[in-house]
């Protein structure tokens, strides 16, 4: 695949989580260059402070509790690692939510908005979970 893979995080989901995850460790542990935008729901989740599980859809969300299933959040943070993924906070959400940078794990890059994550995954493929 050449270009750049682009996600959108907005879901609650177990499953659509875990799945936005492995898609953009395996393309940023191929080369491929990442950006993941978090926001709504999904944001939630990299809050430092929040220790819940998202919510599973059916039964394939609670099979994710098995050993051996990496967890979504060591799947984005080894995108972070090992290839160019960018883990961007949307701007918009961390203002609704009086977030500071602190407040958010620290392998996401500073927030953006909607707007610039749009204008940046032009010409790549862009993914909505």
């Known amino acids: ?21 492995m ?4 393309a940023a542990a191929t080369g491929e260059r990442v950006a993941v935008f978090f926001s709504m729901n ?3 989740y990299f809050v430092k ?18 050993d051996g299933v990496p967890p979504f ?4 943070k080894q995108a972070a690692e090992l290839g160019e993924a960018k883990l961007l906070p949307c701007s ?3 203002d609704l939510l009086k977030l500071s ?7 996401f ?3 953006m908005g909607l707007t610039r994550f749009l204008n940046d995954a032009e010409g790549g493929h862009l993914l909505t979970f």
């Open 23 to 26: 898609i953009a460790s395996v």
């Open 73 to 76: 959040k060591q799947l984005f």
């Open 49 to 66: 402070s929040n220790k819940a599980l998202p919510p599973s859809e059916g039964e394939f969300g609670e099979l994710l509790n098995q």
């Open 1 to 21: 695949m050449s270009g750049s893979i682009n996600i959108i995080c907005v879901s609650a989901s177990r499953e659509k989580l875990q799945m936005a995850a």
């Open 42 to 44: 999904a944001l939630l």
């Open 109 to 111: 890059d500073p927030p």
């Open 101 to 107: 940078k602190a407040d958010i794990e620290p392998e």
């Open 92 to 94: 918009m959400a961390v």
